[in-house]
């Protein structure tokens, strides 16, 4: 596809309950990003991927939080036992290597219920 | 740490009422400034990248500035379809291999016609 895409676009699970985002990035992009805004805040980074390695797991707030890539392109962002404060927007960008523009998807709206 | 501070929080002008946004950041090694523009419901927008003090670009109305420590988004005779969060991000350079980007929690930008 021409930009980054994510899926589902909006998702509402009830608490306790585990939830999966997916990420397509920009075709040959090798750099992937994960970012959380939550309403009204500013973005906050998750994790990091450089082809399949993630070098900076720095940003995910609890170990309930996991992320994955596989053959250098999809990502899936995985949230056990979701809690309210999930609730947010979670942001994923791609970049052509870790220097290039920095491109985000439209986002995918979790509301934990 | 990394540091990125914008002001006004929230701006209203006039259509045709040229103004700037202010980006203040604290880096260590700056490899990149960012602006994006974001709309109510949708991704960030990539608008402009600066690497180093001087460095200025434009596009339409809008023009990014970049000092040692600080940015500017001036628009110039804005019009109603302005209207939207600006976000400023630093890429820093300070070891690690991370490429991560730390936001700013934006401007909220309307322009009334």
């Known amino acids: 596809g021409a930009g980054v895409s994510q899926s589902p676009s909006n998702k509402v699970t009830e608490k306790g309950k585990d939830v999966e985002l997916r990420c397509d990035p920009i075709?040959?992009?090798?750099?992937l990003y994960w970012y959380r805004q939550s309403l009204g805040q500013g973005l906050e980074f998750l994790i990091y991927?450089?082809?399949?390695?993630?070098?900076?797991k720095s940003g995910l707030p609890s170990d309930r939080f996991s992320a994955e890539r596989t053959g250098g392109s999809v990502s899936t962002l995985t949230i056990q036992r979701t809690q309210q404060e999930d609730s947010a927007v979670y942001l994923c960008?791609?970049?052509?290597?870790?220097?290039?523009?920095?491109?985000f998807g439209e986002g995918s709206w979790l509301t934990v219920v | 740490e990394d540091q990125v501070t914008q002001s006004p929080e929230a701006l209203r002008l006039q259509e045709g009422e040229s103004s700037s946004l202010n980006c203040s950041y604290t880096?260590?090694?700056?490899?990149?400034l960012f602006w994006y523009r974001q709309d109510p419901g949708k991704g960030p927008e990539f608008l402009f990248t600066?690497?180093?003090a001087g460095e200025e670009k434009e596009k339409e109305r809008l023009k990014a500035t970049l000092t040692k420590k600080e940015s500017f988004l001036h628009i110039t005779a804005p019009k109603p379809e302005d209207s939207a969060t600006y976000l400023c991000?630093?890429?820093?350079?300070?070891?690690?291999?991370?490429?991560?980007?730390?936001f700013g929690t934006g401007t909220l930008l309307a322009v009334q016609p």
């Open positions: 075709s040959g992009h090798t750099a």
């Open positions: 600066l690497y180093s």
């Open positions: 960008a791609s970049s052509l290597g870790g220097q290039g523009t920095i491109y």
């Open positions: 991000a630093v890429q820093g350079g300070g070891g690690g291999a991370t490429n991560k980007l730390i």
């Open positions: 991927f450089q082809g399949n390695s993630a070098p900076d």
């Open positions: 880096v260590s090694g700056l490899r990149g």
